[in-house]
């Protein structure tokens, strides 16, 4: 099974403060990822998919890099509706769709 | 406009059966495949598994075969999650999801919350 590893786990981060997020797949997954965000009591919201692409609607200040097996996630200026849970997650050797444990965003 | 509408919250006991459900519209509900996601209480996501409503080929996580069963009645776009004796140990939030090209989970249901206690 594929394991996904992001970090931090837990970040505070000031409204305007450029933030990133990693993650990192235990093998090689191309390009086979995806970036979800979950706000508090709400379903998970695509972000970005095959790894650098933006979801309809989303706004441009949230980007998304990588492959292989190291994956960024960045937010170019924190918003304070930009406060929730990331979640990344692959989609190589279909069909297995394993998340990472997620990534908790806090306004400082 | 998709939206996927999941049943209501259950509050149950350990050894009961419950089948929840996801009802798909505004999408040709048997051309895409749906999962399901369990999110235990303050945890993360985790993949249960898919089925394609058209022909309902299915497939699951290692981690939930044979722990649960995925279904579909595409004559109401509906797919369900089922258990046959429940612990306690399934209390979670349980999503379904719509799977775009078997890669990406474009659309997401409100939720299901699962209560399991004696």
């Known amino acids: 099974d594929i394991q996904m590893t992001q970090s931090p786990s837990s970040l505070s981060a000031s409204v305007g403060d450029r933030v990133t997020i990693t993650c990192q797949a235990s093998?090689?997954?191309?390009?086979?990822l995806n970036w979800y965000q979950q706000k508090p009591g709400k379903a998970p919201k695509l972000l970005i998919y095959?790894?650098?692409n933006l979801e309809t609607g989303v706004p441009s200040r949230f980007s998304g890099s990588g492959s292989g097996t190291d994956f960024t996630f960045t937010i170019s200026s924190l918003q304070p509706e930009d406060i929730a849970t990331y979640y990344c997650?692959?989609?190589?050797?279909?069909?297995?769709?394993?998340f990472g444990q997620g990534t908790k965003l806090e306004i400082k | 406009e998709v939206q996927l509408v999941q049943s209501g919250a259950e509050v149950k006991k350990p050894g009961e059966s419950l089948k929840i459900s996801c009802k798909g519209s505004?999408?040709?509900?048997?051309?895409?495949?749906i999962g399901w996601v369990r999110q235990m209480p303050g945890k993360g996501l985790e993949w249960m598994g898919i089925i394609y409503p058209g022909d309902s080929d299915t497939r699951y996580s290692p981690s939930f075969q044979g722990q649960v069963t995925i279904s579909a009645d595409k004559s109401i776009s509906t797919a369900y999650l089922q258990w046959s004796s429940l612990k306690a140990s399934d209390t979670a939030m349980y999503y379904c999801?719509?799977?775009?090209?078997?890669?990406?989970?474009?659309?997401w249901g409100q939720g299901t919350l699962v209560t399991v206690s004696s």
């Open positions: 093998q090689d997954i191309s390009n086979y």
């Open positions: 505004g999408y040709s509900f048997t051309s895409y495949w």
């Open positions: 999801a719509r799977l775009w090209a078997m890669d990406k989970f474009d659309y």
């Open positions: 997650q692959q989609y190589d050797n279909l069909p297995s769709y394993t």
């Open positions: 095959d790894a650098s």
